[in-house]
């Protein structure tokens, strides 16, 4: 323990030198400002809205003072007050059982160790602006990479509560890399396999990544004075979480084996990388400050999310490290999603946005029906905006760079309104086009956007009959994983989790089993003729029953972007100055 005079910072000191029983050993020194202490822990990360109530995995909540333990009266699920008798330095245990393996979560074992405070770090009423000091006690042969200025004398500082809850902390016998984008010195640490090692040129193609990222912001450094990269190299997995001055991904090695699988991880460094800006640094009015016990609801999410989404295919372009035909092809498996997505026309994308909480991260069977991610659609409208302001002889980029220097570089919250006006003043008819994307669930007009560029979409159909229904065979037997809405399934009476037995007589036992069902009509006749009812014998809640399905005709599977045929003159240059991220 150390001696703490009054007035002096919080001291957080994580012990996690027992990895194999996956807890942390967590203890706050500090002196009390006030004789009733109210202890919270937050219910939620920044940057993933969704309440994950971190309390379930806090134990051995204790509090301290001299040789003396007080009683913590619990107030709510994560809120705790101790009234003290003297101002005296208090220590307060606890420990956080760290099991899951998320970029918002605590995972330790004997591996490594990786640490989203949000998860870990308790709130003590009153230091939430104060400097915390960060200690971290290792297993032998680990080191920590924490993206916080170090204490010459050992640990780290943050300059307030948020900063240190902003702060992912890796720790593990990995190697580290550094290098520097415009001088600002970057590192790359990586768990669970080193690709820096594995390939020669990934840093340069990252700096490559991050350089595009100040150039569409108009920068000539990025924002933050240092930079962490912490990739989970996993066997199967995909997530990012931005922070001020990190941000952590996880990726498949599977889909790194892929033949675009380094471009997707390029695309993910390029997006977590420019939330430094957006959502970081340009950042909703309902997250200054962030309310940690509580969602914020932020209609805007949307141009944090799609704008950066969609910005994220076209970064690696613009660093010249992918060529048209691969960015291309990834905008139309965007926009095939979307135009796949039942869902937008039961969501506006401001709904989305504002739902966040409730739907987007709490997704289930029936959630393709009656939402649309704003990820998703906020892309599609970042892309429909980008192409419109061309018209108006703008850009995204400078609408993003005006924002920046409006709210950005101060770090003043915006408004929805503050958007509108930043998008009106470069193309005025926004503000009546802008509204009506956020709050239709009407698809905007893509077609006539995508000839200013000399592209239109084309389908892609099924060859087999449409039964409306997604199947797993993950458990054994045919289960149906989705039913469409309004689709053959649906119609026939199908529910999810209902077993499929047999159809048209012919019994059904793996996935293959349906996949020539009602095509041989398709291929045989270059007409569509009218497929007959099947009957079908199911399974649900231990019961066979019989039931009888007309199948719908083939579906369209995907949409992808070709050149559009007699091409208005300039459309292949305006096309080479959008995806080249160029005004
Ligand atoms: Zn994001």
């Not at 291309?328 to 966040?356: I, K, V």
């Not at 930043?422 to 009546?432: G, I, K, N, V, Y």
């Not at 149906?480 to 199908?494: I, M, N, T």
Request: charged share 20%; glycine share 8%.
């Amino acid at each position: 323990m150390v001696e703490l005079a009054p007035g002096s910072e919080p001291q957080l000191h994580l012990d996690l030198r027992q990895p194999e029983r996956h807890l942390v050993q967590a203890r706050l020194e500090l002196v009390p400002r006030h004789r009733r202490l109210e202890l919270r822990l937050p219910a939620w990360t920044p940057g993933s809205y969704l309440i994950r109530d971190y309390v379930r995995t806090l134990e051995a909540l204790e509090v301290r003072q001299g040789g003396r333990r007080w009683a913590v009266e619990r107030r709510e699920v994560a809120c705790w007050t101790v009234d003290l008798d003297a101002l005296d330095p208090v220590t307060i245990h606890w420990r956080i059982l760290a099991t899951e393996l998320s970029v918002r979560t605590c995972h330790l074992n004997s591996d490594h160790g990786f640490l989203a405070l949000a998860g870990v770090a308790l709130l003590v009423e009153g230091e939430r602006w104060n400097r915390y000091h960060l200690n971290l006690q290792l297993p032998q042969g680990w080191q920590a990479f924490v993206p916080l200025p170090a204490d010459p004398s050992g640990g780290w500082w943050a300059e307030d509560f948020d900063q240190l809850v902003d702060t992912p902390v890796e720790v593990g016998p990995h190697p580290q890399h550094g290098f520097a984008v415009a001088g600002v010195p970057h590192r790359w640490v990586g768990w669970g396999g080193d690709l820096p090692s594995r390939d020669p040129s990934w840093l340069a193609a990252v700096e490559q990544v991050c350089l595009a990222c100040c150039r569409l912001m108009g920068a000539s450094t990025p924002p933050a004075a240092h930079y962490l990269f912490v990739l989970h190299l996993l066997e199967q997995g995909y997530g990012g979480l931005e922070h001020d001055h990190s941000c952590v991904l996880q990726y498949g090695r599977q889909a790194l084996a892929r033949p675009d699988g380094r471009r997707k991880l390029l695309q993910l460094v390029a997006h977590e990388y420019l939330h430094q800006w957006n959502v970081r640094r340009l950042r909703p009015a309902q997250l200054t400050p962030i309310p940690y016990h509580q969602p914020a609801i932020v209609p805007t999410l949307w141009f944090a999310e799609g704008i950066t989404s969609y910005l994220d295919l076209l970064l690696p372009r613009a660093a010249g490290l992918t060529t048209e035909e691969e960015v291309l092809e990834d905008l139309g498996a965007d926009l095939s999603r979307y135009l796949l997505t039942p869902g937008r026309h039961g969501q506006s994308l401001r709904q989305s946005s504002q739902e966040a909480w409730v739907k987007l991260y709490r997704q289930d069977a029936y959630s393709a029906d009656s939402q649309v991610s704003y990820y998703l659609k906020g892309a599609v409208v970042a892309l429909m905006l980008d192409l419109h302001l061309r018209r108006h002889g703008s850009w995204l980029g400078a609408v993003l760079q005006e924002l920046w220097s409006r709210f950005g570089a101060s770090r003043r919250g915006y408004g929805e309104m503050d958007l509108l006006a930043a998008f009106c003043s470069h193309a005025e008819d926004l503000s009546t086009i802008l509204p009506k994307w956020l709050e239709s669930t009407d698809d905007p007009t893509i077609d006539s956007y995508l000839a200013d560029v000399g592209l239109r979409l084309l389908p892609n159909y099924f060859t087999h009959w449409s039964f409306g229904w997604q199947v797993d065979s993950d458990r054994g037997g045919l289960r149906l994983k989705r039913v469409e809405r309004d689709g053959a399934a649906e119609q026939a009476g199908l529910e999810v989790g209902d077993e499929l037995i047999a159809i048209a007589g012919a019994r059904l036992r793996q996935p293959e089993d349906l996949h020539s069902l009602g095509t041989a009509q398709l291929q045989s006749q270059p007409q569509l003729q009218p497929i007959e009812p099947m009957e079908l014998l199911m399974c649900r809640d231990g019961r066979i029953r019989s039931l009888t399905i007309q199948p719908a005709p083939p579906q369209i599977q995907t949409w992808r972007l070709a050149p559009l045929p007699e091409a208005a003159p300039g459309s292949g240059e305006r096309r080479q100055r959008w995806l080249g991220l160029r005004p």
